[in-house]
């Protein structure tokens, strides 16, 4: 039988103001007691399950598991034959849905596996600020984790001497709810402001510069709300619906791309199992190291670009 993982890449961005690398930062975290590592992120249990250093490869990393867990809407247990019960958990036992994961120092990279039931990012990065906060005392601000852009669309980015258009839409599910928006260093305030103001979940923007010709939107403001845009929708996947620009390059030929969302760094890994009804730690995260060697040069010379 065979399934299929799909790993997601992020840099882990730990607040300024904390002097703290992520890898130090998790360790501490794990040599909590299990007790005082599980929090509610989220509305639901989570707590830092395993955390591992590891080498692979000349390369130095931290495996980890991170467990949501269910302690309401549980399923029955139902026979192939007949008969549906009850699962009869103790109260204070719940279902652990597992979501590992691989970080490289080196890059501060962070290899995710997503699923449906696991920890989410929003809900990995929430849990790590309430332990950063009000159980280590470290720092009292956020943790980001902004999506990486393959390099062929960085390098069309790059080649932009000039931007004709940017256009994105965000959207929010609550609009009174944007407390996260707070001390992001965001270029989208302005927006923000605006869907307050008339109650909008929504917004769409096109900035254009017309029919004018040898001219730009300016460039640096654009790369600040290209940023803030990627890291809104690494905190909240979903809230930003697609960024699309078009321009030109030095000798006037179009560059255009369509959504950068999605240009982001995704692995889809083939799983084989056996008889297994879960699955198991360890191939999980073989599949999150096959994932880092398909992607790990292509990293590399990224950050050489930063």
């Known amino acids: 039988m065979t399934k299929v993982a799909k790993i997601d890449f992020y840099t882990v961005e730990m607040p300024e103001n904390s002097n703290l690398h992520f890898e130090d930062f998790l360790k501490q975290v794990h040599a909590l007691p299990e007790n005082d590592r599980t929090k509610t992120a989220n509305g639901t249990p989570v707590r830092l399950h395993r955390l591992v250093e590891i080498e692979n490869l000349g390369n130095k990393f931290l495996e980890g598991e991170i467990v949501r867990i269910r302690m309401s809407g549980l399923p029955s247990i139902a026979g192939l034959q007949s008969g549906v019960e009850d699962l009869n958990l103790p ?3 719940g279902l652990g849905e597992q979501t590992a994961f691989l970080y490289h120092p080196a890059t501060k990279t962070l290899l995710f596996h997503a699923t449906q039931v696991g920890v989410s ?3 990995f990065l929430r849990y790590f ?6 159980v280590l005392n470290l720092f009292q601000a956020q943790i980001f984790a902004d999506p990486i852009i393959m390099k062929d669309a960085l390098q069309r980015l790059a080649k ?3 931007i004709r258009t940017v256009e994105y839409r965000l959207r929010v599910a609550e609009v009174n709810n944007m407390e996260f928006l707070e001390d992001q260093g965001l270029s989208v305030k302005q927006e923000i402001d605006l869907m307050n103001k008339y109650k909008a979940p929504s917004i769409d923007l096109r900035l254009s510069i017309g029919h004018l010709k040898n001219d730009s939107l300016d460039t640096s403001n654009t790369q600040n709300t290209v940023k803030s845009l990627l890291r809104w929708e690494g905190k909240h996947p979903g809230d930003v619906a697609r960024i699309r620009l078009s321009g030109a390059d030095e000798d006037n030929e179009a560059i255009h791309i ?10 889809t890994i083939t799983l084989q199992l056996g008889q297994e009804r879960n699955i198991p730690y360890a191939i999980r995260c073989d599949a999150l190291r096959r994932a880092w060697q398909r992607r ?11």
């Not at 369509?258 to 692995?267: Q, S």
């Not at 790990?296 to 930063?306: G, V």
Request: proline share 3%.
């Open 91 to 93: 109260m204070n036992k």
């Open 296 to 306: 790990q040069d292509e990293i590399f010379s990224l950050k050489e670009l930063n």
């Open 121 to 123: 990012i929003p809900s």
């Open 160 to 162: 932009m001497k000039s």
């Open 129 to 134: 600020e309430i332990l950063g906060d009000s």
């Open 258 to 267: 369509k959504n950068l969302l999605k240009e982001t760094m995704r692995e």
